[in-house]
């Protein structure tokens, strides 16, 4: 979607330039398709499936408006699948709880007041009725999305073909959680911190993607807390070397990224995905940790962490989720003996009650076991220490 933000970015330019110099006339609604990305899965025939992200923007409308699609996948020029793919626009005077917010959005997208309004979308064919090909490497594959006569035709085409060589690799982008657990309060009716490590895979991508995540932390089914990974700025992928074509081994520069102006590298690692039981992807050096602060909590409360994409980030692929979500149990306070700060008293107790519970169902039970694996051990020395009452 980083070519969707940058139009966007230009638009606001022009209509700047446009409002300072009353002489011009006020700029016309424009509609735009763009092909972003495209993933390449192995099927279980032996087969490959085509994934395609789309992005659809309207600037200026004042009705409804047809923005729909057909996809079109070419294999060394011939024609193997097609896929005509509804998206309408809405402006903002007929939002809707219907209308879903970006990235997801098919059937539609909404527009906001200001008249600009884009999403980038992902279209695959549903399970059991995906196209597989037959792929081999050296393949050039070409990806069209023509808008039908039907439909309002785009703007600008520059941006509606993408093209790349398959190389005999899976192409696929994915962002998973590495760890995340909450710290305990430091008081017993104090707050809890969540610390999450995500990470990115991505293998074979020939192109700058956006994988901008947020992280939402939902509470018996309602959100209750998140923060953006790249606030001041998206979280892009620059490819450089393909991952694949100089092996898993741990070599720095396979792609490069940024967040929030820092710039990391990625190099190659074996790693564990959905798509590729046991394959070689670019990954960060390091998970990139991140701090949801403040959670109030009970010790029933069912606490679930989700890597959302960014609004403005490339949606993850149909079933890369399982990554993206984790369950964690609510700790018992490190403030022990409860009497408001973590010391030398709660380090005491729980040097006492070293090894394994005897029961661990209520925190009352077993106060030592922070982590809640039902013993008390180093770990849960650490969550103490690291409570410790300045
Ligand atoms: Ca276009
Ligand atoms: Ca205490
Ligand atoms: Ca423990």
Redesign the pocket.
Known sequence: MNRFIRSVIGFLGLSFALSASPALAQEPPAWNRSVEAVAILPDDTGGYHVTVMIGAEADGIETISDLSVDVFILVNGMLVEEQPHEIIAYPNSDMSSSCPPCPTFQPCICCEASGICGCGGIIAPAPGTAASHPLQPGDEIIIQAVPPSSALPDSDMSDNELELTFQGEPVFWERRIVSAHLAPPSTPDGTHDLIVEWEVLLAEITYELDLSTEIVVLVNGVVAGGVDACADSPFLISPDNPCLSIGCELQEGCASASCAGASMTLRCRYANSNWWELGCACLSAEPMPLVVPGLVLQPDDEVMVTLATSQRGTPNLPGSEAGATMTLTVPCSADLNGDGVVGGADLGMLLAEWGP?QSCETCQDCP??????????G??LGILLSSWSS
């Not at 030592?368 to 051990?377: F, H, I, N, Y």
Request: charged share 25%; hydrophobic share 30%.
């Open positions: 519970c030592a076991d922070l982590t809640g694996d039902c013993q008390v051990g770990a849960d």
